[in-house]
T-cell receptor
Framework: QKEVEQNSGPLSVPEGAIASLNCTYSDRGSQSFFWYRQYSGKSPELIMSIYSNGDKEDGRFTAQLNKASQYVSLLIRDSQPSDSATYLCAVIPGGFKTIFGAGTRLFVKA | GAGVSQTPSNKVTEKGKYVELRCDPISGHTALYWYRQSLGQGPEFLIYFQGTGAADDSGLPNDRFFAVRPEGSVSTLKIQRTERGDSAVYLC?????????????FGAGSRLTVL
């Protein structure tokens, strides 16, 4: 079992819709969770971090964490074509090493 | 510097050659990471430095790979006897300090192609 698992997609949504991206992780002791966005040919950039159970909202983005289910999600409201990218779920299972999932490709159709 | 700087941006080499990739982190960031990313995959952890010392090198695939950070700032990833399977984008990231709330800032990457 991979440490961080994501559906590779692609996930295709129409402009203005809600995009829902999901991630599961294997280490129950993990405390820090992140979503990074990576445009094609570019490096990952942080869009959200979450450390406690529940929802965390930042503009059009909402991260959701359920430690009991070992599940992290990212919702993107009012999706725009500029949101088309690969979204990487990342977890720090312990210590300082960040482990990344393989990423979910998102396409937002205009 | 203002961001994480990586050189070279592209490196093409022949199988068996030696390669060095350089990373200059954000000024004041004590933690530095190297990752490797293959097409369609997420970044794969290689090594983490806190200051000058390698705090975790568990991701280095074999003894052909080595990294140093002698003065606690610039780091060099060294690959000996390169193989075609080493072809990937090598990403460097830094953070203010190693902690459980670590947020990484990545450089643009060094694309290595081994022919």
């Amino acid at each position: 079992q991979k440490e961080v698992e994501q559906n590779s997609g692609p996930l295709s949504v129409p402009e203005g819709a809600i995009a829902s991206l999901n991630c599961t992780y294997s280490d129950r002791g993990s405390q820090s969770f992140f979503w990074y966005r990576q445009y094609s040919g570019k490096s990952p950039e942080l869009i959200m971090s979450i450390y406690s159970n529940g929802d965390k909202e930042d503009g059009r983005f909402t991260a959701q964490l359920n430690k009991a289910s070992q599940y992290v999600s990212l919702l993107i409201r009012d999706s725009q074509p500029s949101d088309s990218a690969t979204y990487l779920c990342a977890v720090i299972p312990g210590g300082f090493k960040t482990i990344f999932g393989a990423g979910t490709r998102l396409f937002v159709k205009a | 510097g203002a961001g994480v700087s990586q050189t070279p941006s592209n490196k093409v080499t022949e199988k068996g050659k030696y390669v060095e990739l350089r990373c200059d982190p954000i000024s004041g960031h004590t933690a530095l990471y190297w990752y490797r990313q293959s097409l369609g995959q997420g970044p794969e952890f290689l090594i983490y430095f806190q200051g000058t010392g390698a705090a975790d090198d568990s991701g280095l695939p074999n003894d052909r790979f080595f990294a140093v950070r002698p003065e606690g700032s610039v780091s060099t990833l060294k690959i000996q006897r390169t193989e075609r399977g080493d072809s990937a984008v090598y990403l460097c990231a830094s953070s203010l300090q190693g902690s459980g709330a670590n947020v990484l800032t990545f450089g643009a990457g060094s694309r290595l192609t081994v022919l």
